[in-house]
């Protein structure tokens, strides 16, 4: 089971996926917390990818196709996954295609969370308070936005031509009322598996 939560910064995506863990019981994986704890540890990749992170610009596709790839071949991944942060572009799409493909497997369903504009601003701000993340600064977050517009909403077209339901779901109001929304997208698209 590979679903793609997808959908703005400040949609919830990481939140959800953490909940859809124990719904699905399959690992979530956020590459962005992959890349912020390689980061903060300071490895050769951790101390590439440090400015990219803070400035809010998306990593090289290559570099990131490596990282999630790495990931995706870890034991706890076997049964699926819920991807957080990934794809962001087409051509990752793409990439994520062709290496499920080679294990037989392809993305079931993509998790598509729709929130307005303002409501995305002021989680985005309240997180940039709570959580000290560097790239919740009005500058990234603006950069963020843009990059989510043109390189990353394209990658719902792919999916739709490629057959794979894609679920939009409100994101909108308190963190459990969206879960179980999402429970009920899946559900009634994939049935009980
Ligand atoms: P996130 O936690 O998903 O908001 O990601 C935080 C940051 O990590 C992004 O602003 C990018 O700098 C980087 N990042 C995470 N996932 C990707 C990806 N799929 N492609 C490129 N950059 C990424």
Do not use: C, W
């Not at 990818?49 to 570099?63: I, Q, T, Y």
């Not at 504009?117 to 993340?133: K, N, P, Y």
């Amino acid at each position: 089971m590979i679903v793609v939560l997808f959908g703005p910064p400040g949609s919830g995506k990481g939140t959800q996926a953490g909940l859809l863990t124990g719904a699905l019981g399959v690992p979530h994986i956020s590459t962005g917390e992959l890349l912020r704890a390689e980061a903060a540890a300071g490895t050769p990749l951790g101390r590439q990818v440090a400015s990219m992170l803070a400035a809010g610009e998306l990593v090289p596709d290559e570099l990131i196709e490596r990282v999630l790839e790495r990931r995706l071949r870890a034991p706890d991944a076997e049964r699926g996954a819920i991807l957080d942060g990934y794809p962001r572009t087409v051509p990752q799409a793409r990439a994520l295609d062709a290496l499920l493909a080679a294990s037989g497997r392809r993305v079931d369903v993509v998790v598509a969370l729709d929130v307005d504009f303002r409501t995305l601003i002021g989680r985005l701000e309240r997180r940039a308070a709570e959580q000290h993340r560097p790239d919740d600064n009005p500058a990234s977050i603006a950069e963020r936005l843009r990059e989510y517009h043109e390189l990353t909403e394209p990658v719902l077209d792919h999916y739709r031509q490629q057959g794979v339901p894609v679920l939009v779901v409100d994101g909108s109001g308190d963190v459990d009322a969206v879960h179980r929304r999402i429970v009920e997208a899946l559900e009634s698209a994939l049935g009980h598996r």
